[in-house]
T-cell receptor, first 109, second 113 residues
Framework: EPEVTQTPSHQVTQMGQEVILHCVPI?????FYWYRQILGQKVEFLVS????????KSEIFDDQFSVERPDGSNFTLKIRSTKLEDSAMYFC???????FGPGTRLTVL | KNQVEQSPQSLIILEGKNCTLQ??????????LRWYKQDTGRGPVSLTI?????NTKSNGRYTATLDADTKQSSLHITASQLSDSASYIC????????????FGGGTRVLVKP
């Protein structure tokens, strides 16, 4: 069964550093999403991406965040200057959000 | 503001018993209502997806119901197993917002032997 994969599974970084989270969506899917879940809280929408551009973003997705699909298969989320409050699980999803990746746990120290 | 509220927050049941989880939403209109199962530290896994015109949808021992008039949904788990221990999340897809998902807070279910 096809699945969405994410790497790394756990990323530890220092405050102010840049991080890039990687996702490989299911091939032939056209819609991609990033969500985050702060420990003990609800899953929150960050951004949706279609046809190589952002189609929708939340108020969380400020100018410190960016997304790219650099090579037609990978889908990345970049945080330019991490803050303590960016510590969370980040989930990638594809197609009509039937499929979520296993997540990347980001810890900002 | 679009909201999805779930009850109870947590639930303990004995293996083999049934349980029902509740979801109330204020999102309107919506594309579909979903139930996801999320194991600790893992991504959500889709259990059921219902459009506003559907009243019920089953997936094995999981049965979801939807009442679009009262804006309520439920998830019924039959003959619970230890592997059912997880968070169950009610999620609504909002067409006016690019079909992004609005998540409820989840019900944490613990199945004990």
């Amino acid at each position: 069964e096809p699945e969405v994969t994410q790497t790394p599974s756990h990323q530890v970084t220092q405050m102010g550093q840049e991080v890039i989270l990687h996702c490989v969506p299911i091939s032939n899917h056209l819609y991609f999403y990033w969500y985050r879940q702060i420990l003990g809280q609800k899953v929150e929408f960050l951004v949706s991406f279609y046809n190589n551009e952002i189609s929708e973003k939340s108020e969380i997705f400020d100018d410190q965040f960016s997304v790219e699909r650099p090579d037609g298969s990978n889908f990345t989320l970049k945080i330019r200057s991490t803050k303590l409050e960016d510590s969370a699980m980040y989930f990638c999803a594809s197609r009509i959000q039937d499929f979520f990746g296993p997540g990347t746990r980001l810890t900002v120290l | 503001k679009n909201q999805v509220e779930q009850s109870p927050q947590s639930l303990i049941i004995l293996e083999g018993k049934n349980c029902t989880l509740q979801c109330n939403y204020t999102v309107s209109p919506f594309s579909n209502l979903r139930w996801y199962k999320q194991d600790t530290g893992r991504g959500p896994v889709s259990l059921t997806i219902m459009t506003f015109s559907e009243n019920t949808k089953s997936n094995g021992r999981y049965t979801a119901t939807l009442d679009a008039d009262t804006k309520q949904s439920s998830l019924h788990i039959t003959a619970s197993q230890l592997s059912d221990s997880a968070s169950y999340i009610c999620v609504v897809s909002v067409p006016a917002a690019g079909n992004k998902l609005t998540f409820g807070g989840g019900t944490r279910v613990l199945v004990k032997p």
